[in-house]
Each structure stands twice: as structure tokens, then as C-alpha cells.
């Protein structure tokens, strides 16, 4: 039977509650919610003057109100050391998401850390070590001492080729420039390490190489071209269920037609009408039927191609269009080199597309019409071309990509309005670290080399290899069998002696075995194995920065505490990087030591300028003072500099006598 | 040894020597507080028992359109014709639902070929024969189920609803 809260009501916002930006941290869509807190011993009431919507709280509200929240929405946290209360709820004003939620954001509160509420308990809350046969909470000085001993000690012995990296990329949650740049200074920048791998996958690399080597950065449209578009071409993406918002706030009033009059004002006589979408992927998704419910199924054309054939499929509508003549030469001249080279050597025709996909021909050239054939009058006609896992961990996705981004750069889709040749993408994106140069290509294939029984210090920070990893079942039984070595070994050692304790784990690694060190904010199944866990902050607990699919930058505030002893990932690295300085000085490596200084940061603001702020484009321009002020909608990257607002009435009323220095804001 | 300042600790000490803090506390305490009264008010919501339907107004699965607990939360009993365990009347297969769909408020309408109530706003669907539970949509709980009683003559009274209704913060205004 279904699932009941029995809550009947819920305590209201004050009028005085403290309101703080957030961004949704789950997906990439990066939906814009806003947090209220207030003191746990009082609520608001009904009356306009006594709750923080300012509308009477005693009559129905209607359909897309902003005075509602759902139980979801709601908990009790610590801000501050104190109770408080807590509900985020949707940012009707932020453009991503007009107000709507998803089974993810508007779960947050519901999924935040509550000792009153009983939620999220599973949360790391202290530093952990392997301690006499089993993990024991301890100090962050202690946990972090033997961190730093036994990462100093297999440099020693084995360079920093030794040490072993498995580091999240992104942004939200587990991410964020401020933990990228942490993470990405100790180990790119203090040190120099090649056997590194990232979030999901076994490897430093990206999961759409093609597209950044034919120079298409994968992020190069705004969610506002779905609108646009004259066609959507959707290849392995459900973006219903895993962009809900992306898909429900923008591609659906395209769909349906509403967004035509944006259209007209953009295009000016260019004929404009209704969206139609193509949707290439073996399975009727929601996403499919939705699209049939809002435009029609005439204006649907669903492509249920055999699994792992799209690169043909791709290479026939090429070749299809430059033989109609329905290709954008000027922009090809402008922007390409080689294009009748790359034309003659993915040469498909219709008929072979046809029998290796499925497909029939007659739907593959209706599609290749919908995606360019010129429209009434010859003006081009704007396709948008959205992918995701499905192309993406499909068989050869190197070549799949790039046919896809050859299809749109022959149609002239790329940086035009409409367009675009897009990842939907799975979480927000916030990467800045120290150059990977040295990582190479192709970069090490990290966690064979683990199962191989390379490396002696395994750092871990939000990634699970037991869960993700490709022939899991043989990682996991190397990897358990060389962790059991070192945690047998460390059994043999009385736990106050370091000294011992830290010869006893080096003579495990010495024979095959291997020390590991898991950074997470809940248990994991590769923490099962580590010998220290370390707990971070997540979203919200940390002030927070990351873009979103359209590079929309954001800082989500922190509005409350992260559960006891837990820190933002970026102080953890710095403070590993602090200790790491002091061990080595200990010991008489000066250069070394002095390898790890710049780290003196107390806080994740601390982080953010020193990485993002100094280090990455138009970064000179972007503060946390700046972030707040654009609240949920930010700015989209890069930044080019600074614009005096316009001011609303409102605002002037508030001025002070003099304008502040714009500089200063 | 480092001395131990901690409050449980004193107490604790307290206790063991046998110092009665309570009898000083008393004497000491000259003035009286002055008292301001708090507002007492239920943990729960007190729902009406409305009567919202008879027997004889159902047909089997025909949706029958009311409001609970007041006229401005649209709602609707199904008679599904099948037993289920949270189904009211002699048949057991009497449901009642609010119609306001729990993620942004649309109004949901009955599907007679799955027993279902669908929402046009974001596609969220809820099954009528399971509690309300979201088939597939975004709203954060399952759909509000109505708490029926039936009495001798048949008529259906609602006395409750097992989740929080759209668009209010108290499911009684």
C-alpha cells in the first residue's frame, strides 16, 4: 500500500524567516529553490503580516502557488549550533524552473541531515580509522596524521606514481569549484599525480572526448533554444525523467506551440511554427509519449533503432543532407576544414542505414527532412541535437559523437539560436583545478592497474569503483584481498605507537597490499574496504558554486550545519595538504614539504578565490558577494565583466544617500 | 589529571555527596516570574465527519465528485469493484480521494480503464486501487486518501485524509 506521512499540517514560514539561494544539487538542470529558516520554538500564522508569503494562509491557494510546500519540503536541522527550521521550496523567479520541483529537489529538506527528524542518520559524522579490527570515530588531527604519514612514506619509496587517486569532477553535490579546486590543487598542483580517475569512470578523461577534440565544447547552448527550435533531435536521452524540469519548463511550450510568439520576436519573417522532435533510442520512453500528448503525434517521430547503431544512422542522415544540398556551406567554410574528406570517408547510404538499424527508410528521410530540408522561403531551418547515455555509453562513442557534432556543424547548428549539439548531462558541472597535462593521453587506466597490484595509497573522495566500475565482481576481490593485507597488518600494531603502526602498514604494501583513505558524506561499499573514512559536507551544509547544462553559475548558501564533525571536501584536501607539509618537515624534506604550501584556507570562500576567482576565465569578475546578489539565476558562463543594474523602484527606495562603488559591491 | 568543568560532571558529584542544591535553590528564590499564558492548541488536526455520498449514489468504477473537509478541496469516492485494503462499505472497494494533484495543484480526472486519477499539468498518475500511490510523476507524496465510514443506511461519511491537501498549510482551514 502506499506510503502516508499522516501530517495534516505543516508550521509556516514567519515573516521574518532568513531566506538563502539554492541551487537543487541532484541533476544538471540546477533548478533554482529558495531555503527559509526560522528558530525551532515558533512558526508563523495565517495572516498576511505573519507568514513570509504575505497572503491569508486561512483560504485554499490555487494551482502553482508560491504559499505551499509540500512535507517533503520541511525539516529540522542545525544552523548554527541551534534548532531551526527548515522548508526549501521551488524559486518561482528562478528562469531554469519557473517554480517547479521534481522528486529530487523538492526533496531536500526531506533528505538533509536531522537528528530530531530521524533523517539522513546513515551520515558520515566523524573521522573513522581501522583500529584493533574494526572503524573507530577519532579526531581529525589523528585520522589526518596517518593519512599524511602513509601518503608521505610511499612517495618515499615509490614516487607519487605510488599514490592513487579517485576524485569527483563536478558540481552539486560531492563537487563544486570550491572541492574541485581543493582536490585539484593538492594532487595537480602539491603534487603531480598521473594515476588519478574521476567520479564514474576508470580513467581521467572525458565521457565525450570527439566533441571537445572537433573543438564543440559539449555545453554550448542555453535551455532557452529548445524553445526556439524548429526541431528537437533527442538521441538517447529521457529527458523527462532525468531533466524534468529542463524538459517540462522548455521543451514543452515548444512542443505545444506557446513559445511561438518568442519565436516571432527573435526570427522576425523567418516562418516559425510549432516544434517537431525526433527521438532515436530502442525504447517508447515517457519522454516519447509526452512529447505525443503536447505536439502531436504527427509532430513526433520516434526512431527505436536497433541498440549501438546510431553512428550509421548519423552518417546517413550526413550524407543524405550534403546530397540534398541541405547544408549551411558558409558556416562549414567558416568554422570546419576537411569537410568533403569527412563527407566521402562516412559515405552511408539510406538503404544500409536502414537494414542494420531497423529503421525504415522512409522515416529515416523523413527525419533527415525534419532536421534540415530549408524552410518555406530557404531560410535554414534550426535543429537543436540533444544526447546523453544512451550515445554516450554506447558502443564506439568516440565516433558516435563526433558523427552527431559532423550533423550539426554541416546544418550550421552550432552557437546559433535554436541550435546547439548538447550533452543533457547528468549532474552540474564545476571544474577548476591546476592543469591535468601530465595525466597524458590516453590517461592510465586506473583501476586495472589497482586490480594489477599497482599503487600503495589509494585516495578516495566520492566515488564507489564496488558500484561503478566495469568488471566490478574481479576489482572487488583485488581490491578487498590487497586492503585486508593492510588492515591485517595494522591489527599487529599497538594503535598509539605511529611509528610502528605506520612501519606495519609499509611492509603490508611492500608485499602487495594497499592503504586506503575513503572522503564521503555516507558509508559507501569501497569504504567497506578502506582503512580511514572522512567525513565531508554536502550542499547547503557548504557554500557551494557550480553551472548548470546552459552554464548557469550559482552559489547555493549554506544554511545549516553539516552533521558533527564533517567539513567541506576543499578544507578536508587543505588540511591533508597542512599535514603533509608537517610530516615532511619532520622528517627533514624541506622541497617536498614546501610543495604543500598555500593551503592556509579556513573556510570554502577561502578556496573559491584562490582557485576559481584567480584561476579560471572571467573569474576576476565573480564573488561570493556578487553570487548572492543574482540569487537563483546567476549569470551564464564565462563571465565578461561587470553591468550597473537597473534599479527597480524598490531598490531606490532602499539606497543609501550615495551609490556604492560598483567595484566594491 | 586535567579537571573536569562539565555540568553533568558537577551534578553527578553533587549527587554523590549528598548536598541538597534544591533547598537553596528555594530559599534564594525571592521574586516571582512574572507569567504571560501560552496558546494550547492540538497535535493533530480535528477533522469534520461529512457526509458526502450515499450507497446508491455510486456505480461501479464511475467516478462520484465531492469536496472534503470543505467545499473548496474538490474530491471524489470510486466505487472500484474490487475489495481492496483501504476500500470502505459492505464490498470493501469503496475509495475517496482529493482530486488537487499534490506536486502543483492541477485537477486530476479519473481514467475508468486503469483506475487511476491523472493529472495534465506534469503527467503525474495515482492508483486508486493502491493508497493513491504515485505511478509515475513528481509530486513528493502519494495522493491524499480520504478515512471512510459507512453507516446503516448507506450513507459514506469522510473523517479524515492520511496525507497533507495542495495549496494549504492545515487541512482544515
Given at each position: 500500500m502506499a506510503y502516508k506521512r499522516q501530517i495534516g499540517r505543516l508550521p509556516i514560514i514567519p515573516a521574518n524567516a532568513k531566506e538563502h539561494n539554492v541551487v537543487c544539487?541532484?541533476?544538471?538542470?540546477g533548478c533554482g529553490y529558495k531555503a527559509y529558516t526560522w528558530d525551532a520554538r515558533y512558526e508563523g500564522g495565517t495572516a498576511p503580516d505573519e507568514n513570509k508569503f504575505g497572503v491569508d494562509l486561512s483560504t485554499q491557494q490555487g494551482a502553482d502557488t508560491e504559499a505551499w510546500y509540500a512535507p517533503a519540503m520541511y525539516n529540522l536541522v542545525k544552523q548554527n549550533g541551534h534548532d531551526v527550521h527548515v522548508v526549501i521550496k521551488p524559486d518561482?523567479?528562478?528562469?531554469?524552473?519557473?517554480g517547479l520541483g521534481s522528486v529530487r529537489g523538492a526533496r531536500m529538506a526531506e533528505m538533509s541531515y536531522s537528528r530530531a527528524r530521524n533523517t539522513q542518520l546513515r551520515r558520515l559524522t566523524d573521522p573513522m580509522v581501522w583500529r584493533y579490527g574494526q572503524m573507530q570515530p577519532t579526531s581529525w588531527d589523528d585520522a589526518l596524521d596517518l593519512v599524511a604519514r602513509v601518503t608521505a612514506a610511499v612517495i618515499a619509496e615509490q614516487g607519487e606514481d605510488g599514490v592513487f587517486v579517485s576524485a569527483f569532477d563536478h558540481?552539486?553535490?560531492?563537487?563544486?569549484y570550491e572541492n574541485t579546486w581543493g582536490t585539484g590543487k593538492l594532487y595537480f598542483g602539491a603534487m603531480k599525480v598521473k594515476n588519478i580517475r574521476i567520479h564514474n569512470r576508470p580513467a581521467y578523461n572525458s565521457e565525450v572526448h570527439a566533441t571537445r577534440d572537433m573543438g564543440v565544447g559539449e555545453l554550448n547552448n542555453c535551455y532557452e533554444d529548445a524553445e526556439l527550435a524548429d526541431t528537437i533531435v533527442a538521441v538517447g536521452t529521457n529527458a523527462l525523467e532525468t531533466q524534468t524540469n529542463y524538459f517540462l519548463n522548455h521543451w514543452v511550450p515548444n512542443l505545444r506551440g506557446t513559445s511561438i510568439n518568442k519565436k516571432k520576436a527573435e526570427f522576425g519573417n523567418e516562418p516559425v511554427d510549432r516544434c517537431r522532435i525526433v527521438i532515436v533510442d530502442p525504447r517508447r520512453t515517457v519522454t516519447t509519449n509526452a512529447c505525443e500528448v503536447e505536439a502531436g503525434k504527427e509532430n513526433v517521430l520516434h526512431l527505436a533503432l536497433n541498440s549501438g547503431t546510431d553512428l550509421i544512422l548519423l552518417n546517413a542522415w550526413l550524407t543524405y543532407v550534403a546530397d540534398k544540398g541541405w547544408i549551411d556551406k558558409a558556416f562549414i567554410a567558416a568554422s570546419t576544414r576537411d569537410f568533403d574528406s569527412a563527407l566521402a570517408a562516412n559515405k552511408v547510404s539510406i538503404d544500409e542505414a536502414s537494414r542494420v538499424t531497423g529503421i525504415p527508410s522512409g522515416d529515416i528521410i523523413k527525419a533527415a527532412e525534419w532536421i534540415a530540408q530549408p524552410k518555406h522561403g530557404g531560410a535554414r531551418r534550426r535543429a537543436m541535437f540533444a544526447y546523453e547515455k544512451g550515445l554516450i555509453w554506447g558502443n564506439d562513442n568516440y565516433r558516435t559523437n563526433g558523427a552527431l557534432v559532423n550533423l550539426a556543424l554541416a546544418t550550421g547548428n552550432i552557437g546559433r539560436p535554436g541550435g546547439g549539439c548538447v550533452r543533457m548531462g547528468g549532474h552540474q558541472e564545476g571544474y577548476s583545478r591546476p592543469s591535468d597535462a601530465h595525466v597524458g593521453r590516453p590517461a592510465a587506466y586506473v583501476d586495472k592497474l589497482l586490480i594489477e597490484g599497482k599503487g600503495g595509497v589509494h585516495h578516495i573522495w566520492g566515488c564507489d569503483h564496488y558500484k561503478t566500475t566495469l568488471n566490478a565482481l574481479q576489482f572487488k576481490q583485488a581490491y578487498k584481498k590487497r586492503t585486508d593485507m593492510v588492515k591485517d597488518a595494522m591489527s599487529t600494531a599497538t594503535y598509539g605507537d605511529r611509528s610502528a603502526m605506520v612501519n606495519a602498514i609499509m611492509d603490508a604494501i611492500r608485499k602487495g597490499g594497499l592503504f586506503a583513505v575513503d572522503v564521503d558524506i555516507v558509508p559507501t561499499k569501497i569504504g567497506e574496504a578502506c582503512h580511514v573514512l572522512l567525513p565531508a559536507a554536502t550542499s547547503g551544509e557548504m557554500n557551494l558554486t557550480s553551472m548548470n547544462g546552459e552554464r548557469r553559475m550559482r552559489l547555493t548558501e549554506r544554511y545549516m550545519d553539516p552533521p558533527g564533525q564533517a567539513m567541506p571536501d576543499c578544507l578536508i584536501a587543505a588540511r591533508i595538504a597542512n599535514h603533509m607539509e608537517r610530516v615532511l618537515r619532520e622528517t627533514g624534506k624541506e622541497q617536498l614539504a614546501d610543495n604543500f604550501r598555500g593551503f592556509g584556507w579556513k573556510t570554502e570562500e577561502d578556496a573559491f578565490m584562490d582557485g576559481y576567482h584567480k584561476h579560471e576565465k572571467g573569474g576576476e569578475f565573480v564573488t561570493y558577494a556578487r553570487l548572492r546578489a543574482m540569487g537563483t539565476n546567476g549569470f551564464q558562463e564565462p563571465a565578461v565583466g561587470i553591468e550597473r543594474l537597473l534599479l527597480s523602484k524598490l531598490d531606490l527606495e532602499h539606497l543609501p544617500q550615495r551609490l556604492p562603488d560598483q567595484n566594491a559591491s | 589529571m586535567k579537571r573536569c568543568d562539565r555540568l553533568v560532571d558537577v551534578g553527578r558529584r553533587q549527587f554523590l555527596t549528598g548536598v541538597s542544591a534544591a533547598t537553596a535553590g528555594i530559599t534564594a528564590s525571592t521574586m516571582l516570574p512574572s507569567e504571560s499564558r501560552g496558546t494550547p492548541s492540538s497535535a493533530l488536526v480535528r477533522y469534520p465527519a461529512n457526509r458526502l455520498a450515499n450507497l446508491s449514489d455510486l456505480k461501479v468504477n464511475a467516478p462520484f465528485y465531492v469536496s472534503y473537509p470543505d467545499a473548496n478541496a474538490p474530491g471524489v469516492l470510486i466505487k472500484l469493484g474490487v475489495r481492496v485494503p483501504t476500500g470502505a462499505g459492505p464490498e470493501y472497494d469503496i475509495v475517496g480521494f482529493s482530486t488537487t494533484c499534490p506536486h502543483k495543484g492541477f485537477p486530476l480526472s479519473y481514467r475508468s480503464a486503469d483506475k487511476t486519477l491523472d493529472c495534465p499539468g506534469h503527467y503525474s498518475r495515482f492508483d486508486c486501487e493502491k493508497g493513491g500511490q504515485q505511478i509515475w510523476g513528481q509530486s513528493t507524496q502519494n495522493l491524499p486518501q480520504y478515512a471512510l465510514r459507512v453507516d446503516d443506511k448507506g450513507d459514506i461519511y469522510a473523517e479524515g485524509v492520511d496525507e497533507l491537501l495542495y495549496g494549504r498549510l492545515s487541512n482544515v482551514l
Open positions: 544539487h541532484y541533476c544538471i538542470v518561482k523567479n528562478c528562469v531554469v524552473n519557473s558540481g552539486g553535490a560531492g563537487g563544486g | -
